[in-house]
Each structure stands twice: as structure tokens, then as C-alpha cells.
């Protein structure tokens, strides 16, 4: 089992005992850094759908590449005429994340059921630097089920989440979040290239970076659902994915936490992630990926993971 | 201060300013930290980094580290994830401390860093959500509770990622031990 430089290690040992007496006075709450560096361009430049005139919802009968290509430069096209009005001081970027996730249970014969898990995340991000984020998870029960287990399971696995805490809130100075990302994350704060062939390569050579087309979409949906992303950048983003070969809509009236949009996807994998874009105002809704066979009490096509992402601006934080 | 102590026990003193129980917390758990890192970048001097930004990183976020049972090893572990996934941006924030390690007087080859066989290699190609409940709730041996109250999330949030997690880990080893999928990511 090949171990770490033995040298190296004495090292790091040393200079973090340093560290940790240099650093620690007893109690000392950490902080850091003053001005938060090129992400204050995306809080402040949230996209708000009131402020732009509402066109009928455009429907795509195929699922070709052109058209899907089409219907992605055209979103690319509204968003940066889309209004992005700041955030004052005083104020907050609210977040608002709407996710659900399908929890498989197996019995004794292997057999599979499942019930959807969902769960609302709020993040709020102050127009001040140096101020604490807040971010608050509630989770909430169980609301589809399939199979006759899964009604007990649901029972099981809230009990536990009561027993952990229904609602968490954490705090941290700027995006530096314990729980975001889950754990030991920060909102990403990376500024796109400026053209959509630029912005391909990005996004194949991401955190995902397998180079395939599927890892720069998840890395795309990643960066969308932040919530922080300004309209420019999210124009260069569709028009980079109206590049990707096999894209194509899924479903041209997708319907995600009450809206309505074109849902995009890959054409690998009928259960492929999806992207859903608002035509008329090019805002990003959510993604989600739905079955994409029948396993156990499971239907195809029923919605295994969903997140839905909206942003406001508020006045206080929890 | 005997060498037993759980980490959270150390953790205090060391939020006292004891750097010794802080070193006692990095003893106990580097190498750990050194091959999960190993299996998430293609060279032993990232791996090395990775280890040193993901104790830094675990000191400055000193006030909401979670322990389980005692343990920290579960939060270094996603940290580590974490930090591998871009490791120059990573490094950045603690680029002062890190040029004062020297450097490595041996370098691991190429065989070893397959070290941990392909299943922990596949690691790599799963998204990050997916990872971190496979190294938590497989790796660790975690039950999905208690992986759930480390992320911070619902357990049906866990429940539904690990089963995801299983189903593309499945997939990639599926494929022959060295297809060039999965040799791509043990090139440097």
C-alpha cells in the first residue's frame, strides 16, 4: 500500500502545529478575507422574469440537434436582453432551491420500490462583503410512492431526519459554506470565457472532466442551478451548448415546480439528465433526470431527481 | 494527553491552541486522506497537496467540522474530494503554507497510484454528489443516516444518490479493467 513521503509529511505535521498555535486564540470565532472577488458580478446581476415581455411559449415538435440548437441560441438571444437588477445594501440574493429525489428501498426478494424525497434549500448571499451567508435546508416528507414498502420506508427514513434536524441553518463568511456543495464546498466562483467555443472547452475540461459531452452538461447544470450566474454569462452558456452535437429537447412543454420550459438532454441515454430553460425569458428552472426503464414498482419515465432553482432579492435573511 | 482521545476530544484542545492534538488528529488520519486523494488525481504530488489543503482547510473551517462518532475522518474524506477536483484552485488560499513542504524525496510510480484497484478508481468519474456518498456510505462504512447528518441532508437524499452512485459505479466496471475510458484516468 504506497503511503505518503514520509519526508513531506514530518513537514506538513510541523508547520501545521504552527499554524494551529499561530492562529488559535482560544475561542476566536474564524473569519476571513475582506472583498469578495468576481462572483460580487453575479450576485449582484440576478435576473428578475417580470422585466421582460412575455412571448407565447414556443413549441418544438422535433428533437433534432438543429432545433434543439435553435431553441438554445433563442433562449441565449432573450436572456441577455433580460433585465439584471442589483442588489442594495442591506440586501440579500435569496436562492431558492426545490430538489426531490427518488429513495430506492430493496426487500428481502430484491425487489424494488421507492419514494420521492424532497427537501428546499434557501441560500441567502448579502450585498455586503465580509457579511455571513445563510443557508437554511428543510427537508420535508415524502410525497409520491411506489410499491407497497415504500409507504413504511418513508416512516423509517423521516424518523431519522427528525432525529438529525428537519430544518438546518448554517452561516459563513462569504461563499465559504459547510454545506454547500455538501460539505467542504464553496459556491463556485468561476467567471466563463467569453464565446460559446471557449466556454465548450471549459465545460468539458470541468470538475467532471471526463472531456465527454455528458460531463460538460452536468457541468453546465451544476453552474446554473448557483443561481448566481449574471444573464451574459448564461447567453454564452446556451449558445456553448448549442454546440454539443447530440443535444436535443426531451420535451418541449417540460413542467418543473409550476413552470413551464423546453427540457434538454443528450441523446446517449433516455434517462439522461435534463436541462429546462424558460423560452421566454431564457431562465435557467431547473434539471431533472426521470427513469428511464420500469425497475421494480418504478414506472419509466417518473422523475428520479429534480431540482428547481428560482432567485429573489430580500430584505433579511433567517 | 493520552494518544487514545477521539478526535473531537482533540479538536477541543487544539481549538485551545494545542498543536500537538492537532498533529494527533493529522497522525492518525493522512495516510487515510493520502490514498482516497490518490484514487481523485493523477499524480502523488497532487495527492500530497491534496492531503496538506484538506488539514488547512479543516483548521480554518475549525468552528463547523462535523465529527462522527467521534470521528473526523468522514469530513476529511469529502474535503479531500473537494479539493482534488481542482486542485490549483484549491491551493491557492494556502499557497504560503504549502511552498514551505518540501519537496518529496520519493515519487510514486505509475502502479501505484492504481494501487486501490479500479473500483476506487471509477471514484473519478462519478459526479461529486455521487462520490461523496460512495466514499462515506461504501468506503466508510457509514450507515445513510449517518452519511445524511454529515452532508447536512435528508437520509431519502442519501438513500437516492447512494443507489444512483451504485448503479454508475456499476456501469463503469462493467467495462474490461482497461478500457481506454478508465486507463484515461490514471495518465498523468
Given at each position: 500500500m504506497i503511503s505518503p513521503d514520509p519526508t513531506q509529511s514530518a513537514a506538513?505535521?510541523?508547520?501545521?502545529?504552527?499554524?494551529v498555535e499561530q492562529t488559535a486564540p482560544p475561542g476566536a470565532r474564524v473569519r476571513h478575507r475582506g472583498a469578495r472577488s468576481g462572483l460580487l458580478t453575479g450576485l449582484i446581476a440576478i435576473p428578475v422574469a417580470a422585466a421582460v415581455a412575455v412571448t407565447a411559449v414556443?413549441?418544438?415538435?422535433?428533437?433534432?440537434?438543429?432545433?434543439?440548437?435553435?431553441?438554445?441560441?433563442?433562449?441565449?438571444?432573450?436572456?441577455?436582453?433580460?433585465?439584471?437588477?442589483?442588489?442594495?445594501?442591506?440586501?440579500?440574493?435569496?436562492?431558492?432551491?426545490?430538489?426531490?429525489?427518488?429513495?430506492?428501498?430493496?426487500?428481502?426478494?430484491?425487489?424494488?420500490?421507492?419514494?420521492?424525497?424532497?427537501?428546499?434549500?434557501?441560500?441567502?448571499?448579502?450585498?455586503?462583503?465580509?457579511?455571513?451567508?445563510?443557508?437554511?435546508?428543510?427537508?420535508?416528507?415524502?410525497?409520491?410512492?411506489?410499491?407497497?414498502?415504500?409507504?413504511?420506508?418513508?416512516?423509517?427514513?423521516?424518523?431519522?431526519?427528525?432525529?438529525?434536524?428537519?430544518?438546518?441553518?448554517?452561516?459563513?463568511?462569504?461563499?465559504?459554506?459547510?454545506?454547500?456543495?455538501?460539505?467542504?464546498?464553496?459556491?463556485?466562483?468561476?467567471?466563463?470565457?467569453?464565446?460559446?467555443?471557449?466556454?465548450?472547452?471549459?465545460?468539458?475540461?470541468?470538475?467532471?472532466?471526463?472531456?465527454?459531452?455528458?460531463?460538460?452538461?452536468?457541468?453546465?447544470?451544476?453552474?446554473?442551478?448557483?443561481?448566481?450566474?449574471?444573464?451574459?454569462?448564461?447567453?454564452?452558456?446556451?449558445?456553448?451548448?448549442?454546440?454539443?452535437?447530440?443535444?436535443?429537447?426531451?420535451?418541449?412543454?417540460?413542467?418543473?415546480?409550476?413552470?413551464?420550459?423546453?427540457?434538454?438532454?443528450?441523446?446517449?441515454?433516455?434517462?439522461?439528465?435534463?436541462?429546462?430553460?424558460?423560452?421566454?425569458?431564457?431562465?435557467?428552472?431547473?434539471?431533472?433526470?426521470?427513469?428511464?426503464?420500469?425497475?421494480?414498482?418504478?414506472?419509466?419515465?417518473?422523475?428520479?431527481?429534480?431540482?428547481?432553482?428560482?432567485?429573489?432579492?430580500?430584505?433579511?435573511?433567517? | 494527553m493520552s494518544n487514545s482521545e477521539s478526535d473531537d476530544a482533540e479538536w477541543q484542545l487544539a481549538l485551545d491552541g494545542d498543536g500537538e492534538a492537532f498533529a494527533r488528529v493529522f497522525d492518525r488520519h493522512h495516510h487515510r486522506v493520502y490514498r482516497h486523494s490518490l484514487a481523485l488525481v493523477s499524480r502523488s504530488e497532487d495527492a500530497q497537496d491534496v492531503v496538506g489543503i484538506t488539514f488547512f482547510e479543516a483548521w480554518r473551517k475549525r468552528a463547523s467540522v462535523r465529527f462522527v462518532d467521534g470521528s473526523l475522518l468522514p469530513w476529511l474524506l469529502l474535503t479531500a474530494s473537494y479539493s482534488a477536483r481542482n486542485v490549483s484552485r484549491s491551493s491557492r488560499r494556502f499557497r504560503d503554507l504549502l511552498a514551505k513542504v518540501p519537496p518529496a524525496e520519493t515519487v510514486a510510480g505509475p502502479d501505484e497510484l492504481v494501487d486501490d484497484g479500479d473500483a476506487v478508481q471509477a471514484l473519478r468519474h462519478l459526479s461529486a454528489q455521487h462520490r461523496d456518498v460512495v466514499t462515506l456510505c461504501v468506503l466508510e462504512g457509514l450507515t445513510e443516516a449517518e452519511a445524511a447528518d454529515v452532508l447536512g441532508l435528508p437520509v431519502g437524499t442519501v438513500k437516492s444518490r447512494l443507489h444512483r452512485a451504485k448503479k454508475a459505479l456499476a456501469r463503469l466496471l462493467d467495462k474490461p479493467a482497461h478500457t481506454p475510458d478508465l486507463e484515461m484516468s490514471t495518465q498523468p
Open positions: 506538513l505535521r510541523r508547520i501545521l502545529i504552527e499554524h414556443v413549441m418544438w415538435p422535433t428533437s433534432d440537434s438543429a432545433t434543439a440548437a435553435e431553441a438554445l441560441r433563442s433562449a441565449a438571444d432573450v436572456s441577455i436582453t433580460t433585465s439584471d437588477p442589483l442588489v442594495g445594501p442591506g440586501q440579500y440574493l435569496k436562492v431558492t432551491t426545490e430538489a426531490a429525489y427518488l429513495a430506492y428501498e430493496s426487500d428481502a426478494d430484491g425487489q424494488l420500490s421507492a419514494y420521492l424525497s424532497p427537501s428546499t434549500t434557501e441560500t441567502y448571499i448579502p450585498y455586503e462583503s465580509g457579511q455571513d451567508w445563510v443557508q437554511k435546508v428543510t427537508a420535508e416528507p415524502a410525497t409520491e410512492f411506489y410499491g407497497e414498502a415504500s409507504r413504511a420506508a418513508a416512516q423509517r427514513d423521516w424518523e431519522e431526519t427528525v432525529r438529525g434536524g428537519v430544518v438546518r441553518v448554517a452561516r459563513a463568511a462569504d461563499d465559504d459554506f459547510a454545506q454547500s456543495e455538501e460539505l467542504g464546498g464553496e459556491i463556485a466562483d468561476v467567471p466563463l470565457p467569453d464565446t460559446p467555443e471557449q466556454t465548450l472547452v471549459f465545460l468539458h475540461e470541468g470538475p467532471y472532466g471526463d472531456g465527454t459531452d455528458d460531463g460538460a452538461l452536468a457541468y453546465a447544470a451544476q453552474l446554473l442551478r448557483e443561481g448566481t450566474m449574471p444573464a451574459s454569462q448564461r447567453s454564452v452558456l446556451y449558445r456553448a451548448l448549442a454546440l454539443l452535437p447530440g443535444i436535443r429537447i426531451t420535451d418541449g412543454n417540460a413542467v418543473l415546480d409550476g413552470r413551464t420550459g423546453i427540457a434538454f438532454s443528450l441523446d446517449a441515454d433516455p434517462g439522461a439528465r435534463e436541462i429546462i430553460v424558460d423560452p421566454t425569458t431564457g431562465l435557467f428552472i431547473g434539471e431533472r433526470t426521470l427513469t428511464a426503464i420500469a425497475t421494480g414498482a418504478v414506472p419509466a419515465g417518473t422523475e428520479q431527481e429534480y431540482t428547481a432553482v428560482s432567485t429573489t432579492v430580500v430584505d433579511q435573511a433567517p | -
